[in-house]
C-alpha cells in the first residue's frame, strides 16, 4: 500500500503562484508513475500532470501548460506541483495519486488540498 498526503493548497490571486506538495510512504518502490488531478465543483476529476517514477518524463495537461510543473525529489519520496500565473479556472480540489507499477492505473489516492484562485 501506499500513503499519500497533499499539502499546500490554500487562497491565491489570480496570476499568483502556489507550490504543491504530497508525500508518498509505504510500498513507493512498485510505483509507475506519480500524479496530479484535480477536480473543480460541479465537474469531473481532470488530469493535471504526471512524472514516470524510474525515467521522470513528465506529462502536463494542455489546460496548464507553461504554467504548471511538476517535480520529485526522491530522496524525501516527495512529488510537487509548481502552479505559476494562476487563473481563477484553476480552483479545484487537487489530488496527489500514484499509479502502480503492475496496473499502470492511478489506484492510490490522497485527500486533496484545495485550491481557490480568486479573480
Known amino acids: 500500500q501506499v500513503q499519500l498526503v497533499e499539502s499546500g493548497g490554500g487562497l491565491v490571486q489570480a496570476g499568483g503562484s502556489l507550490r504543491l506538495s504530497c508525500a508518498a510512504s509505504?510500498?513507493?518502490?512498485?510505483?509507475?508513475?506519480m500524479g496530479w488531478f484535480r477536480q473543480a465543483p460541479g465537474k469531473e476529476r481532470e488530469f493535471v500532470a504526471s512524472i514516470g517514477w524510474s525515467d521522470y518524463s513528465t506529462y502536463v495537461a494542455d489546460s496548464v501548460k507553461g504554467r504548471f510543473t511538476i517535480s520529485r525529489d526522491n530522496a524525501k519520496n516527495m512529488v510537487y506541483l509548481q502552479m505559476n500565473s494562476l487563473k481563477p479556472e484553476d480552483t479545484a480540489v487537487y489530488y496527489c495519486a500514484v499509479a502502480s507499477s503492475n496496473t499502470k492505473a492511478y489506484d492510490h489516492w490522497g485527500q486533496g488540498t484545495r485550491v481557490t484562485v480568486s479573480s
Open positions: 509505504g510500498r513507493t518502490s512498485s510505483s509507475y508513475a
